[in-house]
Each structure stands twice: as structure tokens, then as C-alpha cells.
């Protein structure tokens, strides 16, 4: 597994700052496309970090890679997502992280679901294998307005991603 401008755990710098880490991009896995059960798709990417063992679900993973993130970034992926006519649920309700609904949980895996009235549909599979932590996007494109849309802000996605990621794993 390659990560991106440090390595994992890090050091403070002299100014008490930590370098940034990055997750990095791999070949997408059948095991998580399998738990994404869309049979078909459009759009496919997974990334990966490694992250300090212990019990937290895939859930839990989930809620401080979304939830967890600073307000700004929180912010960001709420207007972003709202300007791709994703409907969201209000934060914070019940099988629902970051108003993305949960289509299947267990405690290694937990896969989350958002449609937009642009023609997208989207799942989110995190699953938490210690000492990894993989998360993948699967994205079906109903039409060409959906197409272009999503292949527009795909380049985005994959850098904001492996940013919410690296933030997770400090």
C-alpha cells in the first residue's frame, strides 16, 4: 500500500503542525464490488490507508471519515453533493451517515446509498480490515447529463477522498 507525503503514524513538525497524509488509489477490489451489489456501473475507484488497530466498526469508520471531518470540508461535501441533486437526509438521523443511507451494515463493512435527480446513483462501501482501511465508490450514470456530470467531477471526488481519509487515519 502507497500513501502519499508522509508516512503513518507521523511526527510533529517544529511548528507542531503534522504533514498531510493521503490514501492511496488501488485497483478496485471484487470483494467491494460485490458488497456494493450494483450490477452495473459506470464509474468505479477505491482508496486505502492504513490505520492504528482497534474495534471501531466500518460503521463508526464511516461516521469520523464523513462526520468527523472539519466544518469547512463538512460544508463542502454538502453543497457539492446538494449541487449534484443528491437529496440528503438532515444529519445526524438514524441509518444515515452524513444523510447518506445505509443499505447494509456489519461491523466490517458498511455500504451508503444517495440518488440525485440528475440521473446518479451512488454507493459508498468503507470496510474496516485492520490494519487497512478501504473505501470505494461505485456510480451508475443514468443518461448522458448523469454521465457528464459525474465524469466532470470525478477528478474532485477521488482528491477529496483520499484527503477525508488521511484525515481519518491521524
Known amino acids: 500500500m502507497r500513501q502519499t ?3 503513518h503514524p507521523q511526527q ?3 511548528d507542531g503542525t503534522r504533514p ?5 488509489e488501488v485497483p478496485v477490489r471484487a470483494d467491494l464490488r460485490a458488497l456494493s451489489r450494483f450490477p452495473h456501473t459506470d464509474y468505479a475507484d477505491t482508496f486505502e ?35 449534484l441533486g443528491v437529496q440528503l437526509a438532515p444529519p445526524r438521523v438514524a441509518g444515515y451517515v452524513q ?3 445505509i443499505v447494509k451494515n456489519s461491523p466490517d463493512a458498511v455500504v451508503l ?17 485492520a490494519p487497512v482501511l478501504r473505501f470505494a465508490t461505485f456510480v451508475r450514470c443514468d443518461g448522458l447529463i448523469g454521465r457528464a456530470i459525474w465524469f ?16 481519518a487515519a491521524q
Open 12 to 14: 510533529a513538525s517544529p
Open 152 to 167: 466532470g467531477v470525478a477528478p474532485l471526488h477521488r482528491l477529496i477522498v483520499s484527503r477525508l481519509l488521511g484525515d
Open 49 to 83: 490507508i492504513a490505520v492504528a488497530p482497534g474495534r471501531r466498526t466500518a460503521e463508526q469508520w464511516a461516521r469520523a471519515v464523513f462526520e468527523g471531518a472539519p466544518a469547512g470540508m463538512r460544508m463542502l461535501l454538502t453543497g457539492g453533493w446538494r449541487l
Open 5 to 7: 507525503e508522509a508516512s
Open 99 to 101: 444523510g447518506w443511507r
Open 20 to 24: 498531510r497524509i493521503w490514501a492511496a
Open 113 to 129: 446509498q444517495a440518488r440525485s435527480i440528475a440521473g446518479l446513483t451512488a454507493r459508498l462501501v468503507l470496510q474496516a480490515d
